[in-house]
C-alpha cells in the first residue's frame, strides 16, 4: 500500500495568512492526489483533485501544487472558514490511502 | 442536486451485523463509481471499500481490514449503495461515509454519515 505523511500535523495561524500544507507520497504517484477540509462533526469537502486542480465552488485562495512523490496545498489569505483540518488522498491505486491531516487552526 | 444520505447505524455487540444504506438522490447511482470511507472518532480517514458503476459490471475491492467480513452491494431501481458488515469488532467503530467517486478517482460527494459503535 502507499502510504501518505503530512507536515504540519497542525499549525496556528491568524485571519489573512498564508498557509502551507506539506504531503508526501511513499512512492510516485504522478498528479494523483486529491486535498480535502473537514470542518468539525462534518464530512470531508473535496478541495482539489489531480494534485493541483481546484474543484467547482472552491475559493481560489487555495491552490495545489506537485507531482511523483510531493505536493502542496496553499492557502493564500486565510478566512475564518478555512480553521479546519486538511487530508491529502492519493489517487492513483487501490487502497486509496489518505494522509493523517493537518489541522489549522486559530493564532 | 447530487444529495447522499447514509442511514443504519447504530450499537451492535462484537461478532454482530449491520446493514448500512446510501440513499441517492441528483445522479444515477449506476453511472457512478461509490466508495466508503470511514472515520474512527477522533481519528483520520480510512477507505474501506468500492463498488465500480455498472458499465463495468460492479466490481467490489476492499481494504485488507475488512475485506471477507464488509460487502458492498446495490440498489440501482432504488438509487441506493449498502454496506453489509458482518463480525464486527470494537476497531470497526467509526462514522461510516458513502462517497461518489469523480474525475481524477477524487470523492466528490459525501454524505453526512452514520455513526456504528461496536461494544459490549
Known amino acids: 500500500d502507499i502510504q501518505m505523511t503530512q507536515s504540519p500535523s497542525s499549525v496556528s495561524a491568524s485571519v489573512g495568512d498564508r498557509v502551507t500544507v506539506t504531503c508526501r507520497s511513499s512512492?510516485?504517484?504522478?498528479?494523483?492526489l486529491a486535498w480535502y477540509q473537514q470542518q468539525p462533526g462534518k464530512a470531508p469537502k473535496l478541495l482539489m483533485s489531480?494534485?493541483?486542480s481546484l474543484q467547482s465552488g472552491v475559493p481560489s485562495r487555495f491552490s495545489g501544487s506537485g507531482s511523483g512523490t510531493d505536493f502542496t496545498l496553499t492557502i493564500s489569505g486565510l478566512q475564518p472558514d478555512d480553521f479546519a483540518t486538511y487530508y491529502c488522498?492519493?489517487?492513483?491505486?487501490?487502497?486509496?490511502?489518505f494522509g493523517p491531516g493537518t489541522t489549522v487552526d486559530i493564532k | 442536486e447530487v444529495q447522499l444520505v447514509e442511514s443504519g447505524g447504530g450499537l451492535v455487540q462484537p461478532g454482530g451485523s449491520l446493514r448500512l444504506s446510501c440513499a441517492t438522490s441528483?445522479?444515477?447511482?449506476?453511472?457512478?463509481?461509490m466508495d466508503w470511507v470511514r472515520q474512527a472518532p477522533g481519528k483520520g480517514l480510512e477507505w474501506v471499500g468500492r463498488?465500480?458503476?455498472?458499465?463495468?459490471?460492479?466490481?467490489?475491492e476492499y481494504a485488507a481490514s475488512v475485506k471477507g467480513r464488509f460487502a458492498i452491494s446495490r440498489d440501482d431501481s432504488k438509487n441506493s449503495l449498502y454496506l453489509q458488515m458482518n463480525s464486527l469488532k470494537a476497531d470497526d467503530t467509526a462514522v461510516y461515509y458513502c462517497?461518489?467517486?469523480?474525475?481524477?478517482?477524487?470523492?466528490?460527494?459525501w454524505g453526512q454519515g452514520t455513526l456504528v459503535s461496536v461494544s459490549s
Open positions: 441528483g445522479f444515477s447511482v449506476s453511472d457512478w463509481y
Open positions: 489531480a494534485a493541483s
Open positions: 512512492q510516485g504517484i504522478s498528479s494523483g
Open positions: 462517497v461518489r467517486r469523480g474525475v481524477f478517482n477524487s470523492f466528490d460527494y
Open positions: 488522498q492519493q489517487t492513483k491505486s487501490l487502497p486509496f490511502t
Open positions: 463498488s465500480t458503476n455498472k458499465a463495468d459490471s460492479y466490481i467490489t
